[in-house]
């Protein structure tokens, strides 16, 4: 069974299974807050995380996710959007909500 580690927007940190779900799906449902303004469709990058352990692991992004991706703010070399990112079930993450998220910026 995977795990993920995520490094929330309020610095806390919780370790969660990921169970064959998306990132996104995977933190909703552990309760931590993480934007997806599109609804996990591929079309905003509001979703946008930084993987910081594990990032070699990961199928490799689609098109799509790559086109989406750009548009993130503060992109690393190691950012996924996490309603298009399925871990592999033995794959351990560690996974960083960015602090730029463009939704929860405040004005
Ligand atoms: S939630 Fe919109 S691209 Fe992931």
Request: glycine share 8%; proline share 6%; with cysteine.
């Amino acid at each position: 069974m995977g795990k993920i580690i995520f490094h929330a927007l309020d610095g806390s940190c919780i370790e969660v299974e990921s169970a064959g779900r998306s990132i996104l799906d995977t933190a909703l449902a552990a309760g931590v807050e993480l934007d997806h303004a599109c609804g996990g469709v591929c079309a905003c990058a509001t979703c946008h995380v930084i993987i910081e352990q594990g990032f070699d692991l990961l199928p490799l992004p689609s098109e799509e996710e790559e086109d989406q991706l750009e548009k993130a703010p503060g992109l690393a070399p190691t950012s996924r959007l996490a309603c298009q990112t399925i871990p592999l079930h033995d794959t351990r993450l560690e996974v960083r909500i960015p602090r730029w998220n463009r939704n929860l910026a405040h004005e």
